[in-house]
C-alpha cells in the first residue's frame, strides 16, 4: 500500500486553516518572548526518529501473543509500513534492523525500495540472545562472555557478519545488546564474565570498518534476574571506553531500575562525549517496551532538556542515533509508532522552548524556583500547533492517526495480506 501526494493534501484540506489560527496564536506569543519559531521548526523537520524492524507487527509476553492482521510477513513489507508512518509524519526517516531476524534476500532491491520510500538503513542489531536453527554452539549460557572460547568466538563471527550486511545495505553503526547473566548467585564469575565481554566487543570493534560506530546498550535485568554482564550506564561506558573513541553508550529508556535518574545520565554520557544513541519507549514497572509518552511524558522532557543542552555545548559527543524500541500487544503497531513520534516531537519542542541562558543565570543564583518555572513555563506549553508545521512544511499530514484511521490503512493491509501474517521480531 502506498499513499499518494494527492491524498495527503485532501486530508490536510478541512483542519488547515483551524492549525493556521492555532500556529499563528502560538508563534505571536512565543515571538514576544523572543523564541525563534522556524529555528524549532525546522528543528523538529530535521529529526528523524529510526524505527525498529522488529516492532511492525503484534508483540507478545510469554503469556500470548494477539495477531493483529496485515502483519508484514518480509522484510519488503516492513520496509512500505514504516513509508506509510514516513509519508505521515514525514519524521521517521529510517529503519533500525535485528539480524538474523530481517536478512535481505535482494541487497539492491531493498536498498531501492527504501530509497523509494525515503527510508535510511540506520544501526543494524546483533542477536546473540536467541540460539538459531542449526546453530553449533548454545548461547544459553551467555556470549561475548561466555566461559566457552567457542561460543564466545560463535558470537564474534555473528556480530562481524552483522556489520557485513549492514555495510552493504549503508548503514553506519553496530548496537550490541547482550542477555548475558545470570539468574543465580554463584552461577557466574562476574570479573571473568565482564573481562570476556571486554575482548570480544574489542575484537568486533576492530574489524568495524573506519567510519562506522558501535553502541553498546545496557539492561539490569531479564532475561536473566540475579546479575546482567552489562547492567548500567557506567558499565557500557568502562567497555566503550576499552574499545574506543567510535563505541558509545545506547540508552533504552527502559533499561532502568525504578526512579532512575536518567537524565541525569544522559548529561555526563553527552559530557564525557559517549553518547551514541537511543531507544525510546515508556514503562512504568520494568523493560515495559510501551508507547513513548504515555506513562512518564514530564521524564521525557527532562531527558530532552539534557540532550538540547548536550547538542549546544557538547560538540565532543557525536550526532546521536534515534530510535524507538517497543513491542506492541495491544494496539495497531503503525498507531502506536505514530503515537511515540508525535510524544518525541513535542518532548523535543517543549524542550527548546526552555531559555537556556535564563536557566543557567537562575542556577548561578540559586534561585530554585526560577529554575523550575523556566522548566515548566516550557514543558506547560502546547507545542503541537509547531509539530504540526513541521509535518505540514516536509508533506506530512496535520493529523497523522485521525489520517491513518481515514485512510484505513489496516483494513487496506489486511485485504493486501490477509488476517493471518506475523511479522518476525519481538
Ligand atoms: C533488549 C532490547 C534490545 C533489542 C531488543 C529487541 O531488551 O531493548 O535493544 O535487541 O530489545
Ligand atoms: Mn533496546
Not at 484505513?408 to 488476517?419: D, P, W
Amino acid at each position: 500500500m502506498k499513499i499518494q501526494k494527492q491524498q495527503l493534501e485532501d486530508l490536510n484540506k478541512s483542519g488547515i486553516s483551524d492549525h493556521k489560527t492555532k500556529f499563528d496564536f502560538l508563534t505571536q506569543s512565543l515571538s514576544k518572548d523572543g523564541t525563534d519559531v522556524e529555528n524549532i521548526i525546522n528543528k523538529l523537520a530535521e529529526f528523524q526518529v529510526a524505527i525498529p524492524s522488529w516492532a511492525l507487527g503484534a508483540g507478545g509476553t510469554r503469556f500470548g501473543r494477539f495477531s493483529y492482521g496485515g502483519e508484514p510477513a518480509s522484510l519488503e513489507q516492513k520496509i512500505e509500513d514504516i513509508g506509510l508512518i514516513h509519508s505521515l509524519t514525514q519524521t521517521a526517516g529510517a529503519v533500525s534492523l535485528h539480524i538474523p531476524w530481517d536478512v535481505p534476500n535482494d541487497y539492491q532491491a531493498i536498498k531501492e525500495l527504501a530509497a523509494l520510500n525515503k527510508i535510511k538503513f540506520d544501526a543494524v542489531n546483533s542477536n546473540t540472545f536467541q540460539d538459531q536453527k542449526d546453530q553449533k554452539e548454545t548461547y544459553k549460557y551467555g556470549s561475548l562472555s561466555n566461559t566457552s572460547v567457542a561460543v564466545r568466538e560463535q558470537a564474534i563471527a555473528h556480530n562481524k557478519e552483522v556489520i557485513e550486511i549492514g555495510n552493504k545495505l549503508g548503514s553506519k553503526s553496530l548496537t550490541v545488546w547482550l542477555a548475558d547473566g545470570a539468574s543465580f548467585p554463584g552461577q557466574n564469575n562476574f570479573q571473568t564474565a565482564l573481562t570476556h565481554t571486554q575482548n570480544s566487543l574489542i575484537d568486533i570493534y576492530e574489524d568495524m570498518p573506519a567510519d562506522w560506530k558501535m553502541f553498546i546498550e545496557y539492561k539490569p535485568y531479564e532475561p536473566y534476574f540475579y546479575s546482567t554482564v552489562i547492567q548500567d550506564w557506567g558499565t557500557s561506558l568502562m567497555l566503550a571506553n576499552g574499545c574506543g573513541e567510535r563505541a558509545y553508550t545506547l540508552v533504552d529508556l527502559g533499561h532502568h531500575l525504578p526512579n532512575t535518574n536518567i537524565e541525569q545520565i544522559v548529561s555526563i554520557l553527552m559530557l564525557k562525549g559517549k553518547l551514541g544513541g537511543f531507544h525510546f519507549n515508556d514503562s512504568k514497572y520494568g523493560d515495559d517496551d510501551i508507547t513513548v509518552g504515555s506513562i512518564k511524558p514530564y521524564a521525557l522532557f527532562l531527558i530532552f532538556n539534557e540532550l538540547v543542552y548536550g547538542m549546544q555545548n557538547n560538540p565532543q559527543n557525536p550526532e546521536l542515533g534515534w530510535m524507538i524500541d517497543a513491542s506492541h500487544n495491544l494496539k495497531d503497531p503503525l498507531e502506536d509508532l505514530i503515537q511515540s513520534l508525535e510524544a518525541i516531537q513535542e518532548a523535543y519542542a517543549k524542550a527548546l522552548l526552555i531559555d537556556q541562558n535564563a536557566l543557567r543565570a537562575a542556577q548561578e543564583a540559586h534561585d530554585v524556583t526560577r529554575c523550575q518555572e523556566i522548566l515548566q513555563e516550557a514543558y506547560r506549553t502546547d507545542v503541537r500547533p509547531l509539530v504540526r508545521e513541521a509535518r505540514l512544511k516536509t508533506g506530512g499530514v496535520i493529523n497523522p492517526i485521525a489520517a491513518y484511521r481515514k485512510l484505513e490503512v489496516r483494513e487496506q493491509l489486511i485485504k493486501e495480506r490477509g488476517k493471518n501474517t506475523i511479522a518476525t521480531g519481538l
